[in-house]
């Protein structure tokens, strides 16, 4: 099947086009649609540009018209997102235009506020030869802002955790205290006070320092426009015409930032895809775009809805899917692809057969002629292709997971299972001196002392052990590792269940640790949690130790030869995966409370963002997509709980599907 991308196209363009020079070559590279934006009238222009549309292509030829009707190229400002898309995009104007786009301003938000800071920098109180902090710096100075005020070896959350927040105060427009306390208020460890003098004194340093962290970057650069009207006209004067990508992803400061340049000359050129925003949890305002025409009541509205990627039958079922959503632009995709065959539900009746399900489709695929890199598996949340993971291993099959580490690989459930290790092997050296290492204050240097005052042997049942281990930690741990001890005793004493000893040790104190050491502490709470339920369904200790370690040993050695043989299939989120595509797509877990996510529930704006994430992976598929619904799921209790079919399906017409009853056999 040819996508037909640049086929059949209106030979009307063309024609119009004649005696215009070089745009004449633009209507055979050019939809209608994508004609009518690049070619739009100066002013304020939208262009939302659906999935699979040919975005990149329209503000490329964009760059390229204005170009070609002389506006001189160092007067354009192009923003993107990455400095590769920024590239790509210059690259393929200047092809199109002959060469003439050198002296473009084309880059980053950040690189553009940069590269103007450098010259007015002290209208903010830098030195023109201020330093930008990267992530690492930035996370070195925050360490030692904590440590000046004595927070450091406290229940106190770790600088990543810190940069994260201000990082998310800085680009929303929120205030510190208030993302702080909702985060960290229903916590009896954690001071929202403290984290606000450690900000406070972040931002002194820095200042002192004479340096800005890539945050500084965008709101002193709002600050330059907004208090210094001078500067702000110089830059208004200059740029004839702003170009900006991925619209519907600004945050509040960039938004603001855009329109303060804008407002002048008002030639201003967005694209992005209301259907396409799912980034609210790092800022990102999708209510930028849409009320874009509230803000430009003159700007020209251009819809680009034929998409070259994805089979009709595809299309139907996003767009069934996505008209759910009220507060949105309206759109519909329409395919230039020859129709192929229906999405297919695949109802099953639990997560491992769901896994047995997608193996047996995985060979069908291939024996139809697909690679195996034109596979991918998506899903919400990283803990629901566990099941997946484990079968994947068990049969050889190489896969890579775009979406982050291997579940048993990841650092939260390897800490987890420092205790199931010890109980299972009280030798286990490297499982103790991990364990220890989540203590404040304790270093691997004062984890291996204790080691060897114990004579190279930890048993976690053992009184007197647990005793001593607690007599030789510094003072600052003693709390914690008497809770830990407390969980070790009470699984001793009752005979070790491995999930109800997770449980315990979560509850205990692994929730507190996550809470103050990652950034995503939610997502690797409910891995841990949909590991106990894992654990559940094993009858001993050993055995689940003996799974787990052969499973980590295949995976490893499909990690030495997967990537170079180049036939590995693809697991990762829909967030991760958004920009891709593949031939298939597999969708796993569409069942409520999965697909969408159990917190998202009862917000009504959190839906509508789930819904369009389910948009976004469905787009993601050229000819087959697959959404798996198991029946059933483990419960925390080692039982199982009925799921219900996912909103978003429920949605879709039942005659743009195929549905098939899977029962779990080989």
């Known amino acids: 099947m040819s996508s037909g991308h640049g086929r059949g196209r209106d030979t009307r363009i063309a024609e119009d086009f004649a005696g215009a020079g070089d745009e004449a070559a633009f209507g055979n590279e050019l939809n209608a649609g994508q004609f009518a934006a690049v070619t739009a009238p100066d002013g304020p222009v939208l262009v939302i540009a659906a999935a699979g549309t040919g975005k990149t292509r329209t503000l490329t030829y964009r760059v390229a018209y204005l170009v070609q009707h002389g506006v001189a190229a160092e007067r354009i400002l192009l923003l993107t997102f990455t400095n590769r898309a920024a590239r790509e995009m210059l690259e393929r104007a200047e092809r199109v235009a002959g060469g003439r786009v050198g002296g473009l301003w084309g880059g980053t938000f950040h690189h553009t506020a940069n590269r103007m800071l450098r010259r007015h920098s002290r209208l903010v109180g830098y030195d023109e030869n201020y330093s930008i902090l990267d992530r690492d710096d930035a996370r070195s100075l925050i360490r030692t802002c904590a440590d000046e005020l004595n927070l450091r070896g406290r229940h106190f959350p770790r600088p990543d955790v810190l940069m994260s927040l201000f990082s998310l105060?800085?680009?929303?427009?929120?205030?510190?205290?208030?993302?702080?306390?909702?985060?960290?208020?229903?916590?009896?460890?954690?001071?929202?006070?403290?984290?606000?003098?450690?900000?406070?004194?972040?931002?002194?340093?820095?200042?002192?320092?004479?340096?800005?962290?890539?945050?500084?970057?965008?709101?002193?650069?709002?600050?330059?426009?907004?208090?210094?009207?001078?500067?702000?006209?110089?830059?208004?004067?200059?740029?004839?015409?702003?170009?900006?990508?991925?619209?519907?992803?600004?945050?509040?400061?960039?938004?603001?930032?855009?329109?303060?340049?804008?407002?002048?000359?008002?030639?201003?050129?967005?694209?992005?895809?209301?259907?396409?925003?799912?980034?609210?949890?790092?800022?990102?305002?999708?209510?930028?775009?849409?009320?874009?025409?509230?803000?430009?009541?003159?700007?020209?509205?251009?819809?680009?809805?034929?998409?070259?990627?994805?089979?009709?039958?595809?299309?139907?079922?996003?767009?069934?899917?996505?008209?759910?959503?009220?507060?949105?632009?309206?759109?519909?995709?329409?395919?230039?692809?020859?129709?192929?065959?229906?999405?297919?539900?695949?109802?099953?009746?639990?997560?491992?057969?769901?896994?047995?399900y997608v193996i047996e489709s995985i060979r069908t695929l291939r024996a139809e002629g697909y690679r195996a890199g034109d596979i991918a598996v998506l899903y919400r949340a990283h803990y629901h292709a566990l099941d997946l993971q484990l079968e994947l291993a068990r049969e050889g099959i190489l896969y890579v997971i775009t979406s982050g580490t291997r579940f048993f690989e990841q650092a939260h459930i390897k800490d987890v299972c420092t205790l199931l290790r010890l109980f299972g092997n009280p030798g286990d050296e490297l499982a103790f001196t991990r364990l220890l290492g989540l203590l404040p204050r304790v270093g691997r240097r004062t984890a291996v002392r204790i080691w060897k005052a114990l004579g190279g042997r930890f048993d976690p049942a053992d009184a007197e052990q647990r005793n001593k281990v607690g007599s030789l930690l510094p003072a600052a741990a003693a709390k914690d590792w008497e809770t830990i001890a407390a969980v070790m005793a009470a699984a001793g004493a009752a005979g070790v269940e491995a999930g109800k000893l997770l449980d315990a040790f979560g509850a205990g104190f692994y929730h507190d640790y996550a809470l103050e050491n990652f950034e995503d502490y939610q997502r690797r709470l409910d891995d841990i949690n949909e590991f106990i339920q894992y654990a559940e369904g094993f009858s001993s200790l050993h055995e689940l130790l003996s799974e787990i370690a052969l499973i980590t040993s295949l995976e490893a050695e499909e990690d030495r030869y997967g990537e170079a043989a180049g036939e590995s299939i693809r697991l990762s989120t829909i967030h991760q995966a958004k920009g891709l595509e593949w031939s298939v797509v597999i969708l796993l877990w569409v069942v409520e409370g999965m697909f969408p996510s159990a917190r998202t529930m009862d917000d009504l704006s959190a839906i509508a963002e789930e819904r369009r994430l389910f948009y976004v992976a469905a787009t993601r598929a050229r000819d087959v997509l697959i959404m798996c619904m198991p029946a059933l799921r483990r419960g925390r209790d080692g039982g199982v709980v009925p799921c219900m079919p996912s909103r978003f399906v429920q949605e879709i017409p039942a005659e743009l599907l195929r549905v098939e009853d899977y029962h779990g056999a080989w």
Not at 209 to 233: K, Q, S, T, V, W
Not at 249 to 254: F, H, I, L
Not at 318 to 337: D, H, S, T, W
Request: proline fraction near 4%; charge should be negative.
């Open 169 to 356: 105060a800085a680009n929303s427009g929120q205030d510190v205290e208030v993302l702080a306390e909702r985060r960290f208020g229903a916590s009896l460890r954690v001071d929202v006070g403290d984290i606000l003098r450690v900000h406070k004194l972040y931002t002194e340093r820095k200042k002192s320092l004479g340096a800005m962290d890539f945050d500084d970057l965008l709101c002193r650069g709002l600050e330059l426009f907004r208090e210094h009207p001078e500067i702000l006209n110089r830059y208004r004067e200059h740029f004839v015409h702003i170009l900006v990508d991925e619209y519907q992803d600004t945050n509040a400061v960039q938004s603001e930032w855009i329109d303060l340049l804008a407002a002048e000359r008002r030639n201003l050129f967005v694209v992005g895809d209301d259907f396409q925003s799912i980034y609210s949890w790092r800022g990102a305002e999708y209510r930028n775009i849409l009320s874009f025409p509230e803000r430009y009541p003159d700007a020209k509205i251009f819809k680009l809805e034929t998409n070259y990627r994805s089979v009709p039958e595809i299309l139907e079922v996003a767009n069934a899917c996505i008209a759910g959503n009220p507060e949105q632009f309206q759109k519909e995709l329409r395919a230039v692809r020859e129709g192929f065959r229906p999405p297919l539900l695949a109802r099953v009746p639990d997560g491992g057969a769901q896994a047995r």
